[in-house]
């Protein structure tokens, strides 16, 4: 069984930068692409950004490019995602997820994921 235990959300002002962190236990991620969505209120869970196993690619949702980035440690098996020039349509719960496949794909549909984590609320004020 794996958990994903994200933090790092919070309250910013347009322009600010936050920085989320995903924790994984119970077993060793870094066979595994790994990747962020959110889910705004009223709306469907978005992927945001995805990672292969090696970090050697990545891939970002269109309305992200440029202000964010994913990386991973896999010796801490951990994952991030830098989050710049934040904007008020970024507002929304932040989940971690897990791709237990071992096909190097980052898939953007939610369902290719198995494990997820409870999520952290990003809030951008204008």
């Known amino acids: 069984q794996v958990q994903l235990v994200e933090s790092g959300g919070g309250l910013v002002q347009a322009g600010d930068s936050l920085r989320l962190s995903c924790a994984a236990s119970?077993?060793?991620?870094?066979?595994?692409?790994m990747a962020w969505f959110r889910q705004a209120p009223g709306k469907e869970r978005e992927f945001v950004a995805g990672?292969?196993?090696?970090?050697?690619?990545?891939k970002y949702a269109d309305a992200v490019k440029g202000r964010f980035t994913i990386s991973r440690d896999n010796f801490k098996n951990m994952v991030y995602l830098q989050m710049n020039s934040l904007k008020p349509e970024d507002t929304a719960v932040y989940y971690c997820a897990l791709r237990l496949n071992l096909i190097s794909a980052i898939p953007m549909w939610p369902h290719e994921y198995e494990y997820w984590g409870q999520g952290t609320k990003v809030t951008v004020a204008s």
């Open positions: 990672v292969t196993e090696n970090g050697g690619r990545t």
């Open positions: 119970g077993r060793s991620v870094s066979p595994y692409s």
